[in-house]
């Protein structure tokens, strides 16, 4: 993408974004907010679940090893 196009691109944003501070008026913070805080709270659930996924996993794969390393160990 030419510089030229980027610029242009920049220039649509910002006049749809003032338009819409225009519009919004006094409720423009709390819409802001609530859009960063909504895409946090996603964010936060996401890591959630794959911290869970990786937790699971090492606890699987921890316990088989150590099950191995102890029947190695044994003897038998």
Not at 55 to 64: K, L, R, V, Y
Not at 67 to 73: G, L, M, P, Y
């Amino acid at each position: 993408m030419s510089v030229l196009a980027r610029f242009i691109v920049a220039g649509v944003l910002a006049v749809i974004v003032i338009l819409l501070a225009i519009v919004l008026g006094d409720y423009g913070p709390w819409y802001f907010s609530w859009l960063l805080g909504t895409g946090f709270m996603i964010l936060v659930a996401a890591l959630g679940g794959v911290l869970f996924e990786a937790q699971e996993e090492a606890a699987e794969s921890g316990a088989s090893g150590k099950a191995k390393v102890a029947k190695e160990t044994s003897g038998y």
